[in-house]
């Protein structure tokens, strides 16, 4: 069974940027669809950024032009780039793994990464 780590999460001044990473335990493959999600308090998960088993990449609006998803298969590591952070982006970060063009996830969980912007 796949575990999931997040990691990378902090406080951030507005226009900052951070780099989170998901790293993955047990098997693995570099085929499979992985996403980031976000939860901000009092508001539903949803997703922020999916990177498909070819490569491309889909962006909730919210995000575009800020945010990179990316991921290194050797080191079984996906990662989260964010600029230009906003306070509405603060919410607790979760990666997980999706169906191909979709945000639709598949297993469990990791615990999250909490993102928090303010000055």
């Known amino acids: 069974q796949v575990q999931l780590l997040e990691s990378g999460g902090g406080t951030v001044q507005p226009g900052g940027s951070l780099r989170l990473s998901c790293a993955a335990s047990?098997?693995?493959?570099?085929?499979?669809?992985m996403a980031w999600f976000r939860q901000a308090p009092g508001k539903e998960r949803e997703g922020v950024a999916a990177?498909?088993?070819?490569?491309?990449?889909d962006y909730v609006d919210s995000v575009k032009g800020r945010f990179t998803i990316s991921r290194d298969n050797a080191k079984r590591t996906l990662y989260l780039r964010m600029s230009r952070l906003k306070p509405e982006d603060t919410a607790m970060y979760y990666c997980?793994?999706?169906?191909?063009?979709?945000?639709?996830?598949?297993?469990?969980w990791g615990p999250g990464t909490q993102v928090t912007v303010s000055s």
């Open positions: 990177i498909d088993r070819d490569g491309s990449t």
């Open positions: 997980a793994r999706v169906i191909g063009g979709t945000f639709t996830r598949i297993g469990s």
């Open positions: 047990g098997y693995i493959s570099s085929n499979y669809a």
